[in-house]
């Protein structure tokens, strides 16, 4: 396993922990806006690498299904979490669509090279019972008059988990072609604005740094961590450390005054990261395994 390329991946997973908090603090912007304008500011640090270095620009020339994978990734996943939001309670359909760090574990036993163990789906299981104590922290009601916010939350669980995980069949193909999956979105998303929304701006300059802070780290710099991540590290590793996101987010927000302490982030706690380490005891214990050989 590349280590660098697990801990770049899980760099992904601390930004995105940061998506609530920012959102939070950027005012009322409606979502497709918001989404324009942070895509757009996240395809600049891979503009700036493309004028630095030119030649990168050759690394853009890729097979259609690796745009389709990338934009379909990227946009439908942000349109279908939205679609979500507007046809279901916040709750139940973050619930539904925070399945995809099981799915990325589950499916990954179909890559090559890749074996699903017990302690993996276990510790998944576990990370995804945390996650729920934070996510249905005042209780989870289905009601069939939200079946399309449902299905969309569903279908946008299944759209990221096969997005991390065909990436990882594209391993060969440079993270620079991120640059051009965030413009398009950030176009797609400007469009659904123009349809479905009325436009509002921050109010305020510690709103306008949100929005920036959203566009360099959880809405930009993330999916280029993400990328690299799962295709030169460990997937596996990488879906179950994924449930760590809304912890982290509920402490941060927490910290912050936007929320309360409670027992229920205290038990998350233990069960996302005791899942954790539990889908990592082959990287512990080959390490711990190294450590005690003699040396020759």
């Known amino acids: 396993?590349?280590?660098?390329?697990?801990?770049?991946?899980?760099?992904?997973?601390?930004?995105?922990?940061?998506?609530?908090?920012?959102t939070a603090a950027s005012g009322t912007m409606p979502p497709f806006q918001l989404s324009a304008i942070c895509f757009a500011i996240g395809s600049l640090p891979g503009i700036a690498v493309l004028i630095w270095k030119p030649e990168r620009l050759a690394l853009l020339k890729q097979p259609a299904k690796v745009w389709i994978v990338g934009i379909a990734g990227l946009f439908g996943y942000h349109f279908?979490?939205?679609?979500?939001?507007?046809?279901?309670?916040?709750?139940?359909?973050?619930?539904?669509a925070y399945l995809w760090p099981l799915l990325i574990v589950v499916g990954s036993a179909l890559l090559?090279?890749?074996?699903?163990?017990?302690?993996?789906?276990?510790?998944a299981v576990c990370g995804l019972f945390g996650t729920i104590l934070i996510v249905a922290r005042n209780g989870v009601q289905f009601?069939?008059?939200?079946?399309?916010?449902?299905?969309?939350?569903?279908?946008?669980?299944?759209?990221?988990?096969?997005?991390?995980?065909?990436?990882?069949?594209?391993?060969?193909?440079?993270?620079?072609?991120?640059?051009?999956?965030?413009?398009?979105?950030?176009?797609?998303s400007?469009?659904?604005h123009l349809?479905?929304?009325?436009?509002?701006?921050?109010?305020?300059?510690?709103?306008?740094?949100?929005?920036?802070g959203l566009g360099l780290l959880p809405v930009g710099a993330a999916f280029y961590a993400w990328d690299y991540g799962v295709?030169?590290?460990?997937?596996?590793?990488?879906g179950v450390a994924s449930y760590a996101a809304p912890v982290l987010s509920t402490?941060?927000?927490?910290?912050f005054g936007f929320a309360e302490p409670s027992w229920r982030i205290a038990l998350a706690c233990v069960f996302v990261t005791g899942g954790a380490v539990l889908a990592a005891r082959d990287v512990i214990f080959r390490k711990m395994r190294r450590e005690t050989q003699p040396a020759e």
């Open 80 to 96: 279908l979490y939205f679609t979500a939001l507007r046809n279901a309670p916040a709750v139940e359909a973050g619930l539904i």
């Open 251 to 255: 402490l941060i927000l927490v910290l």
């Open 1 to 22: 396993m590349n280590v660098k390329a697990t801990l770049i991946g899980f760099s992904a997973i601390l930004m995105w922990s940061l998506l609530a908090l920012f």
């Open 190 to 192: 400007f469009i659904c």
């Open 195 to 212: 349809g479905l929304e009325q436009t509002v701006w921050p109010e305020t300059s510690a709103q306008w740094l949100a929005v920036l």
């Open 143 to 188: 009601d069939e008059a939200y079946t399309l916010g449902y299905g969309a939350a569903l279908a946008c669980a299944f759209t990221w988990s096969a997005y991390s995980l065909l990436s990882r069949r594209f391993d060969a193909v440079s993270t620079d072609v991120v640059t051009a999956f965030c413009l398009a979105t950030s176009v797609l």
């Open 112 to 123: 090559p090279g890749e074996r699903l163990r017990w302690f993996h789906i276990v510790g």
């Open 231 to 238: 295709k030169n590290g460990d997937i596996q590793l990488l």
